[in-house]
Antibody, heavy 127, light 106 residues
Framework: QLQLQESGPGLVKSSETLSLTCTVS??????????WGWIRQPPGRGLEWIAT???????YYNPSLKSRVTISIDTSKNQFSLKLTSVTAADTAVYYC???????????????????WGQGTLVTVSS | SYELTQPPSVSVSPGQTTSITCSGR??????VSWYQQKPGQSPLLVIY???RRPSGIPEQFSGSISGNTAALTISGTQAMDEADYYC?????????FGGGTKLTVL
């Protein structure tokens, strides 16, 4: 059974960098046909996608966060990571990592739905 | 930017059938997924590629798409189905989530 586990500081100071790691167990992060993503959810609010990565290093970013976000992957450790710079209170959220499955349509394949999710980790940005 | 629109809330009586909609420009040309999220839990995939059900998801959950509106239908709704539901699609190299719908079983 595939498992994903987020880890990192639960408290980050405003203007600093948020760093999280997702450790995958029960399956290989790469080479594989899966993508890996980060999603967050501010308290009481909806889901917001942050970024996606493939084991080859191909990345996709939410345009609204792209200037502050870096997603990376370490296949030797079966981990992928997230860095979010210059955080503010608006970045306070539960951060989830998830496995993303690709779909193909019209001859094009792309990362699509998330089938396995981590339990999530709350990151609070303090002033 | 692309948007997926869901009703904020839907109510249903136990045992009844209910649908949650998700609308977006050109949605008919995209695949839609649906997630169930109960308080304090991670989202759970219940429908992918418009109408496919992952292993372990009960048949009471079904998905469909008509025009630019996708729908998640829950038949024989039970108290345990009370949750937030999110639709999701891929557009212009980005993942888009709908705003979420709170399903209340009265």
């Amino acid at each position: 059974q595939l498992q994903l586990q987020e880890s990192g500081p639960g408290l980050v100071k405003s203007s600093e960098t948020l760093s999280l790691t997702c450790t995958v167990s029960g399956g290989s992060i790469g080479p594989s046909s899966y993508y890996w993503g980060w999603i967050r959810q501010p308290p009481g609010r909806g889901l917001e996608w942050i970024a996606t990565i493939y084991y080859t290093g191909t990345t996709y970013y939410n345009p609204s966060l792209k200037s502050r976000v870096t997603i990376s992957i370490d296949t030797s450790k079966n981990q992928f990571s997230l860095k979010l710079t210059s955080v503010t209170a608006a970045d306070t959220a539960v951060y989830y990592c998830a496995r993303q499955i690709f779909s193909c349509s019209g001859g094009t394949c792309y990362p699509d739905y998330f089938d396995y999710w981590g339990q999530g980790t709350l990151v609070t940005v303090s002033s | 930017s692309y948007e997926l629109t869901q009703p904020p809330s839907v109510s249903v009586s136990p045992g009844q059938t209910t649908s949650i909609t998700c609308s977006g420009r050109g949605l008919r040309d995209k695949y839609v997924s649906w997630y169930q999220q109960k308080p304090g839990q991670s989202p759970l995939l219940v429908i992918y590629q418009d109408s496919r059900r992952p292993s372990g998801i009960p048949e009471q959950f079904s998905g469909s798409i008509s025009g630019n509106t996708a729908a998640l239908t829950i038949s024989g709704t039970q108290a345990m189905d009370e949750a937030d539901y999110y639709c999701q699609a891929w557009d212009s190299s980005t993942v888009i989530f709908g705003g979420g719908t709170k399903l209340t079983v009265l």
